[in-house]
């Protein structure tokens, strides 16, 4: 296997870019609970034809044959998209050459999704879960893939259908692969820290802070989540991606079928398949994901913001990104030994319990954001303004899952919707 792994990497490598241009581009993948009025999961198909209303877009569908699965619109602007989930909408803008033009895309997209919630009398949320409708079948988008991921996986893969992340992309090149691979899934621990929004599910304040990081993490040892080491090279991830099971193999005409077995069998019978590894690293979710499509760095912990303040997560990712050197020497100054080990503990604990975990060094999120901030000032566009909510975060030593969790104990589910809505 490892002449078929060694020509994998050299395929994968060649598809990310040499150089970026004089300033790293990023794109976002939002994601957003849509509920009825009183907070169970709403259902996107009703929000279609609003939303081809107002502007130019193109359907696309899961059966192009048939056309009776409508699952996103392609506009100039943005791509709405429907997510595992019925109750969640996904919107896709970039890519953006700074976190302004980001913000303006967005803020136009979700108006307008917003405007064709409320005329189905449904809310778009700004949080990382539905708030009170369960996983189940039923809240499944019927794509066809997800239901052959549902046959394969059982029923960890419906937490898909609850959760809502806000992912950000940002620029990479090909020396930087196996870095940035390390060191944002390194510091996905600080990330869900300062940005957990997912304490309240099933009708009830949760045992995760982010409840998003917590149940995904059921759906297979290291497949979800901080990867369990760092990696020396590219190779060395790839054997590690390739030893979990492929859940579902794609057909050149289509056709899915179940496999389940790991994907380097596979590989090891038709060798160096590039596409079909591609298809197998898609149904991965590490906290950090490179991406051949893009020649990014897919950074995905992050639950949905509240609405005022929904381009945190974005800054903080991107200042992560750009301040990878200095995080790099400030760990092996703050954590000299194993901080792996350290930080993987640390995750476990952010996960569950938020802000409230011990830091695995005095200081260790104020030196991170601060090192965050001293990215985004490098880029010298102004982005660091974006971080005055995190930095509102850490001086309160709370997150927006605990305003949520506190809400809702205090004032009920009707009082935190009302939080939560975007207008």
Known sequence: M??????????????????????????????????????????????WPHVMCEGHFTPKYDDPETRSLLVALNGDECVYEAEVGLGTVEVLVGPCDDLFELEALATRALARLVRAAQAEQMRVLGFGIQPRTRRSPLLMTPKRRYGALLQAIGKPWLHFCT???????????????????????????????????????AGRAGQFSSGREGLLGTIGEHRNGMTPRAFGSLEAFLAFICAHPCYVLKGSDGTLTQYNRPFAEYLATHGADLDAYLWHEHYTWNSARARVEHSTIEIRPACQQPPAEHMAASALSLGFAEAMPEIAAYVASALPNDAWSAMLHYRRGVVRDGMKMREPHDGFLRTMVQLAESGLRRRGRGEEIFLAPVWRRLEKHSAPADEARLIFEQRGMNALLDELQLR
């Open 2 to 47: 490892t002449d078929v792994i060694a020509q994998l990497a050299e395929q994968y490598a060649s598809r990310f870019r040499e150089t970026h241009g004089p300033i790293r581009r990023v794109g976002r993948e939002m994601e957003f609970p849509l509920v009825e009025a009183d907070g169970t999961a709403g259902d996107i198909r009703r929000l």
């Open 163 to 201: 959760t809502a992340a806000d992912q950000l992309h940002v620029d990479i090149t090909r020396a930087e692969l196996v870095p940035m691979l390390n060191w944002m899934n390194f510091v996905s621990a600080a990330l869900i820290a300062l940005t957990a929004n997912s304490s309240v599910y």
